[in-house]
DNA sequence: GTCTATATGTGGATAGAC
DNA sequence: GTCTATCCACATATAGAC
């Protein structure tokens, strides 16, 4: 009924984070300019201050959108898997399932743009600039200590600080993998019809993190004394 | 005896490569200017277009003068491996070694500059920018064909698409480890001293890409049947 | 809410004296 | 090789009409 059934069939604002995602994954945050921007979103070139304010606001909502949602999901997951299980703790490869579940299944899901988003959030963890790595910090930090506390429940043996490291690598292999995997060289050398099966790279994915999360643990007494 | 006596140390070109090296890793490339870096390196602005030409050249000098370096330590580390260990076939382990090694002896060096790099190197596998990773996997590829070759004579028995993808995991834990390691806020649960224990790190490293590297086959074809 | 026009700053790059 | 001064493109952001 209104002039806007003309443009795409969403609100600016929506039009414009949607535009937003996909750019700054291909091209980076300050590779992506404004003009750019409104441009792919169909939306006029003030809109995006009118909107959100300045840029660097864009690129907050942006990540807000999306990341408080993921985590929520995570989060829930983990809360189900333990009533379900009652009094026994949960197994490592169900806190790991949770984990990488959430992100892998977006991957899938290319027509809303959750894959652009995931892509983006990989490669915004290495991201230089301090006030993003900041923000994406602060949006992770209630999830991180919900997974970290599954895991001192389901590896009470381990040493807090060797989880902690194991837990970064994981994270580390998560977040590389969603970025670099269909530009990396190596990946060219696999079967192109697996490249975006998200059930198997999610199994691929679990079998490499539950191993290494359960490594043997290194003597670290002995590289301890040879420092 | 000279004028740049009063200069810092070096060769101009020197001195900007290694401001760049500093300032690329801080703060990204595209907001790295001309201006700060010739102004921390103490040369002119122009000397930069001088001596490289433009700054996407700069870019490529950066890292030209230590990948190249850098994998021929990692390909001449398995050439002497695989003489002393004669017609035997190298463990996973070392090979692993001889992959980490190199990286994380040159984090311990901060005089010269080499964990400026290493942590630039690691931000850099997951930049955005086309011409930036291209460049990267051009410089890359003949350490990685080695490599892959090595593991290959080392785990006959493992199919190749996997063995590819398990190279990528450990390639991407060990990028976004050096890339992340003083930064991610996950690690501040840690002991401070140990953050930069390459010794302990490489220790820790190690024992998880080689569980994850080794880790039992999820069985792939239950997987592509459910598909 | 959306548009045009513009203010204001900064970027990379270069010309030409020294 | 090094410097100053400058060109020009493009960035973000805003003012003010519609």
Known sequence: MNLRAIKPPH???????????????????EATSMRQLTAQAGANL?????????????????????LDAMNAARIAELDRM???????????????????GVSLRMIEDSKSGGRNFIRLLGRTYSDPQKPIR??????????????KAAFERALPQMPRDELIWRMHFMFGTLAYTLAATDTVQLIAGCKPEDRYDARLLEARLT?????GLLAPLHDSADVKKAA
Do not use: C, W
């Open 11 to 29: 609100e600016t604002r929506t039009r414009i984070l949607d535009a937003a995602e996909e750019l700054f994954m291909q091209h980076g945050f």
């Open 46 to 66: 003030a809109a995006v201050n009118y909107h959100f304010g300045s840029k660097d606001a864009l690129i907050e909502a942006v990540f807000r959108r999306r």
């Open 82 to 100: 333990e009533k379900d299980a009652g009094a026994r703790a949960l197994s490592p490869r169900q806190i790991i399932g949770a984990f990488v």
């Open 134 to 147: 900041a923000l994406i910090g602060q949006l992770y930090a209630p999830a991180m200590e919900r997974f």
């Open 207 to 211: 079998a490499f993190l539950h191993a």
